[in-house]
């Protein structure tokens, strides 16, 4: 069935607490970085603001979780102050809307175990919220919630539920976790989605009567599934977790490239967030992500990331410390000639690789110039020629450098760029004469 979804005409664009603050973000927080994003990247197109994982927890030592007489979760007062008094989070939401924002919260697959425990009832019924549970499914990595079994009565009411809530909110994104599975086959593992139940949360948006961006994470999915998730959703992700990692950035080009045929139509396959900047800043030491660090990736990698999410059209997720970016940072989020092909180009494709070298490129949809994306992969500087034969063009061709925002001499035969390592070079080209 097709839920008409249409939220997300273009790849969404804004920041979400996860990479600096992992489960412990507070209100506070949250509302400088509203703050600083209304102030100085929404004139950018970046919008939203997505408080992530377990905002019902207390923080450590405590681990109380806040639900309602329905079982569903509501902020924990303690870190949401004006959540208090069953206000939820319509406060923090109509605070990001009066700057002009979107509001926006994870939620993980399936009904919470308080909810079971507290034997709490679904809204509008008399089920219990233990019917509902699947107990032959378990959930992934997240202990505090139980799979539901859409089969059952109840299923589709617990949903429709907690959508209504986040509605009744002011909710515009929701990103829902834990959506893709795996099952053997032979010897083979084959990663498949939780489609059931994507279709009953797809379903309880549109119920529940208010438009709102549906995420789902996270992968590492498999592009067999784009129709279904074109119908049900506007956002999903492609890869496990992303961090500052040059291998998990190497991994992202093969991704990228199987789901770019995906993309478009309102539906994003999403290579996820952007760790730049000042990140982790409630990792401990432990995880090998924190605390409070710079990103690993060098410049040239980080140009290397922002070029890919850009011609491939990924949502632009950004997961740094807002309060603290650097200029270099801020440069490289809002240069608006490279943003312009994240939010408008088309026909985006890898065109071919040669040895450590890929190219991209895509269209500009007004104008047909060719959008020439350049990556060199290797550990040294490197030039690279591409023919305008290569990218079936013809006669005498203008070029601009996106992120230097320079036009360069023309181009009759090739374009040679000079890459640096881990770097990565992104074109405009149009035609000056001929086909």
Not at 289 to 316: A, H, K, V
Request: proline content about 6%; glycine content about 8%.
């Amino acid at each position: 069935m097709s839920t008409e979804k249409k939220h997300a005409p273009k790849p969404p664009m804004g920041w979400n607490s996860w990479i600096s603050y992992a489960c412990y973000v507070q209100e506070d927080e949250i509302r400088a970085h509203a703050d600083y994003m209304a102030k100085h990247l929404l004139p950018f197109g970046y919008d939203t603001v997505v408080v992530d994982a377990l905002w019902a927890s207390t923080l450590p030592p405590e681990t109380n979780i806040s639900i309602d007489s329905q079982g569903r979760l509501v902020p924990c007062p303690k870190r949401f102050p004006s959540s208090a008094g069953g206000k939820g989070f319509k406060p923090l939401a109509d605070y990001c809307h009066a700057l002009g924002l979107k509001f926006g919260l994870h939620q993980f697959r399936g009904v919470p175990v308080e909810a079971i425990l507290q034997k709490r009832t679904i809204l509008g019924t008399q089920i219990a919220c233990a019917d509902i549970v699947d107990p032959d499914l378990p959930t992934g990595w997240d202990t505090g919630n139980r799979s539901i079994d859409m089969r059952k009565r109840g299923s589709q009411a617990y949903y429709d539920s907690v959508l209504q809530l986040f509605a009744e909110w002011g909710v515009d994104f929701v990103k829902f976790d834990d959506m893709i599975k795996t099952r053997s086959v032979g010897r083979r593992l084959v990663l498949t989605s939780h489609a059931a139940e994507v279709e009953g949360i797809a379903r309880a948006i549109k119920a529940a009567g208010r438009p709102m961006v549906l995420s789902i994470s996270p992968g590492e999915a498999n592009p067999s599934q784009s129709g279904f998730m074109r119908r049900h959703v506007d956002m999903q992700r492609i890869s496990g977790d992303f961090w500052d990692s040059w291998d998990e950035l190497r991994r992202q080009f093969d991704l990228c490239a199987a789901w770019a045929p995906h993309i478009g139509d309102g539906f994003w396959p999403d290579a996820d967030m952007l760790p730049l900047g000042k990140i982790a800043l409630r990792f401990d030491s432990t995880s090998g992500r924190g605390p409070d660090r710079d990103t690993r990736f060098n410049y040239y990698e980080q140009i290397t990331l922002m070029t890919l999410w850009c011609i491939f059209r990924s949502p632009l997720m950004l997961g740094n410390d807002l309060v603290r970016t650097d200029p270099l940072t801020l440069a490289l989020i809002t240069s608006p000639e490279v943003l312009a092909v994240n939010q408008n180009s088309t026909d985006n494709v890898e065109r071919f690789r040669r040895n450590e070298h890929i190219v991209w490129t895509a269209r500009e949809p007004q104008t047909g110039d060719t959008y020439l994306a350049v990556f060199n992969l290797s550990a040294s500087a490197s030039e690279f020629d591409v023919s305008l034969k290569e990218l079936g063009l013809k006669g005498s061709c203008r070029a601009r450098d996106l992120w230097t925002r320079r036009d360069l001499d023309p181009v009759t035969v090739k374009l040679t760029a000079k890459v640096p390592a881990h770097g990565a070079m992104l074109y405009r080209i149009a035609v000056r004469d001929g086909k």
